[in-house]
């Protein structure tokens, strides 16, 4: 099949490390909900105060920022997103995300699989 559909109620709730237990993350595309594509899709709620903490992962990354804004910092800079920005951020390139504000942030993340061992 070249196509998958997953709604809303299909998606799949998932703790992401190094998260604070106030960013609520769900998969909406991924292997384990049946998706094929090389990448997943996730969609993170960031409360008021929530954070993702400093650090990197291996993988490139795309941040969209569809609703709130969020704070990110990065080795040099410090950016804000509100909705429709977006970001690119290369493999190892370390990052914290932070909502600052007192609205819910909602960012959309599409993220490669990791190589396979």
Known sequence: MAYKVNRLSDAAKYTAPGHSATVHTMHL?????????????????????AQADWGATPLDKIYVCLAGELTVRLQNETLKLGPMDSIW????????????????????????????K
């Open 29 to 49: 595309q991924h292997k384990n909900l049946g998706s094929e594509a090389p990448y997943w899709v996730g969609c993170s709620y960031y409360l008021p105060g």
């Open 89 to 116: 951020i290369g493999p190892d390139e370390p990052r914290e995300l932070i909502n600052q504000s007192n609205e819910v942030a909602t960012l959309l993340v599409v993220m490669p699989y990791p190589a396979a």
